[in-house]
């Protein structure tokens, strides 16, 4: 993986300017430690940040092809899991390459399909390519938005990059936020309306979009979109091929030229990636695959069960690695780092995020680093076969609004009241429930029920597990790990998309048609066990520790935040170690604690970014 960023100004010789891209693109360094590149042309100029993964000496970038009497030159960030087919098609139609690298096929595919080369991709990317002839500039994002890619136009000039953080580094673009980013902050946050950049005139291309800017402008197109349609195959077919698929999806993944781990938290998603790895590993040569879990100093002692975390991870890391013969890795984080952390994951992500979650994948992902380059990690699984309790706890389900954050009143409490009016975050989230709804592709024919799912399938994809994968690619990115997510394979969520509940919900159980495709792959103790999300510490030291944190800012005049929230109302929560508060943030996992680092987030945002409310 890597960072990518670009600046076209079709009216200014952009000569003079590489100073200020080689800054851009310096703030990218972490996502692209091993090389850097730039590429300038009088209205162009293109910088790139290199993680090696594949092919170390013909990967380079930005990367240039002579074409007839073009130029196309291409910045990318991503990996391409059918590069292999894509090669042997291009040759066939008398294309030649002089690497192995995906960014050739990459290239060599716009020159042949143009903007439709996107349509024959299967991977996780962002790109821009730019065309010396036509003078124009094609960007364009993955299927379910696994990376991210920021634009802004001011002015003559457009600009777009991997992260916010190199878009501010260009002087042409201001630090300010204004209501409808305060409305993204405190209303839906950590999660963000697609395409919706939070700082004034920034925006990020959408998941299955891509942009062309050229002398007519700028161009939006999507170029793909979930299907609906009847489901014909029976439940022993169903089964067949979606472990077919999820097979496939997997080995594709295995492919690079340096290590190679996996995430381990000994649930279904982990463990199916693990098992099936490893196995590949041991065909592949005997090796032995590393996998690596996170967990926290102390958690045997203050571990409490709760319906959403029923039990701990480590005895069932312990369980599968065993069993898949994997040389497992305990990652064990303390206290004092999860909350000094709170500022790097921060700066990873160039917004608050989900507090000490995030905070402790950054840490995790340290680690894994000092072993390996690649991982693999169960993400998307819950939100496509329907492992979270909104799928089927009937009061979830049908909760008209966003069902992991139904605390729109109670987050509007804590604003000044000034600021809750201006923003009025129930209308805001209302607005963007109601627009994600009416984005749905319906059935006709459906049971309301079936409906509903549907919708609440929806509404996950471009939501809930959008908010996943950012804080994964940030977080990940950050440290120069990549993190592949083989569920997200677009085939896989084509598939499950039409697959009716009473599949998905064999058995009786959450992801249940992933259990039965994989029995006999897994333990059956392994398979069904009860989902469990990713950890978080119960250590009361944590909870101690940010509401220090908290009270501090509160108490200091020079707090941005202050004049944006309730005082009185966040002391109040503050003092009833967030009781007060009476729901979680968001999701089920963000209660008291991580509300607080939420809110401390917030202000090391406010301050580290020099925000500008407008």
């Known amino acids: 993986m890597c960072g990518i960023a670009g600046w076209i100004n079709l009216k200014e010789d952009l000569h003079m300017k590489k100073d200020i ?3 851009m693109i310096d703030t990218l360094v972490n996502r692209g430690p091993d090389a850097s590149g730039t590429w300038c042309s009088n209205h162009v100029l293109l910088g790139h940040r290199r993680l090696i993964v594949v092919d170390p000496a013909g990967g380079s970038q930005p990367m240039a092809r002579k074409y007839g009497e073009n130029e196309y030159v291409i910045t990318y960030n991503g990996e391409l899991y059918n590069t292999q087919d894509l090669r042997k098609e291009l040759e066939a139609k008398g294309h030649v390459f002089n690497s192995h690298s995906d960014t ?81 902050i405190f209303a839906l946050g950590p999660a ?60 594709r993944q295995l492919v690079a030229d340096v290590p190679v781990c996996t995430f381990l938290s000994g649930g279904l998603d982990s463990s199916i990636i693990s098992a099936v790895t490893a196995k590949a590993f041991m065909a592949d040569g005997n090796k032995q695959l590393h996998t690596f879990s996170v967990d926290y100093i102390d958690n045997d002692i203050y571990f409490k069960p709760s319906l959403f975390q029923p039990n701990p991870d480590a005895p069932w890391v312990k369980r599968l690695s065993e069993e898949i013969k994997s040389c497992h890795h305990y990652i064990k984080l303390d206290t004092p780092q999860i909350v000094s952390a709170l500022t790097d994951a921060v700066k990873a992500k160039d917004l608050p995020g989900m507090a000490d979650i995030d905070s402790s994948l950054l840490l995790f992902c340290k680690e894994v680093k000092k072993e390996a380059v ?37 987050r509007s409490s804590i604003l000044s009241p000034d600021i809750a009016q201006e923003i009025n975050c129930e209308n805001y989230v209302k607005h963007r429930y109601l627009d994600t709804l009416a984005d749905v592709p319906q059935l006709s024919g459906e049971t309301e029920s079936e409906k509903r799912r549907r919708e609440i399938m929806y509404l996950n994809i471009v939501w809930f ?11 990940s990115m950050a ?13 896989i969520v084509e598939y499950l998309w039409n697959i009716p509940w009473e599949i998905k919900y ?31 510490t119960h250590n009361p030291a944590y909870l101690k520790a940010v509401k220090e944190w908290l009270q501090n800012i509160l108490n200091d005049p020079s707090s941005p935040l202050l004049g944006i929230i309730n005082r009185k109302r966040v002391q109040e929560i503050l003092d009833t170690d967030g009781t007060a508060f009476g729901v979680p943030w968001f999701g089920q996992l963000m209660t008291g604690p991580q509300l607080f680092a939420y809110l401390i987030q917030v202000d090391i945002w406010l301050r580290e970014y020099k925000v500008a409310l407008v």
Request: net charge neutral; hydrophobic share 40%.
């Open 465 to 475: 597990m959008a908010t996943l994968l950012d804080r994964k690619d940030r977080m």
């Open 104 to 184: 050739e096929v990459l290239l060599v595919s716009y020159i042949e399909w143009g903007p439709e080369c996107v349509e024959h991709l299967n991977g996780i990317y962002a790109f821009g390519v730019w065309s010396e002839k036509d003078q124009s500039l094609f960007i364009a994002r993955d299927r379910f938005g696994v990376k991210p890619l920021f634009y802004t136009l001011t002015g003559d000039s457009f600009l777009f990059a991997s992260e916010i953080k190199a878009l501010l580094a260009n002087p042409l673009v201001k630090r300010e936020v204004g209501p409808d980013g305060l409305a993204e």
């Open 506 to 536: 064999l058995d009786q159980r959450e992801k249940g048609l992933l259990r039965r495709a994989f029995k006999g792959i897994l333990p059956n103790d392994v398979l069904y066990r009860k989902k469990s999300p990713y950890p978080k």
């Open 374 to 410: 690649v991982a693999l990690s169960g993400e998307c699984a819950d939100e496509i076969f329907g492992g979270y309790p909104w799928f089927y706890n009937d009061e979830m389900l049908n909760a008209d609004t966003f069902p992991w954050a139904r605390s729109v009143k109670e």
């Open 21 to 23: 891209m080689n800054e």
């Open 192 to 251: 963000r309306t697609p395409g919706h950049g939070v700082f004034k005139n920034i925006s990020e291309v959408k998941p299955a979009h891509f942009i062309i800017y050229d002398q007519n402008g700028l161009r939006e197109k999507r170029y793909w979109k979930l299907e609906s349609k009847p489901h014909t195959d029976s439940v022993d077919q169903t089964v067949e091929k979606v472990r077919n698929l999820v097979l496939d999806a997997i080995n």
């Open 479 to 491: 440290t120069g790990l990549e993190v592949r997510v083989p569920f997200c394979d677009h085939r």
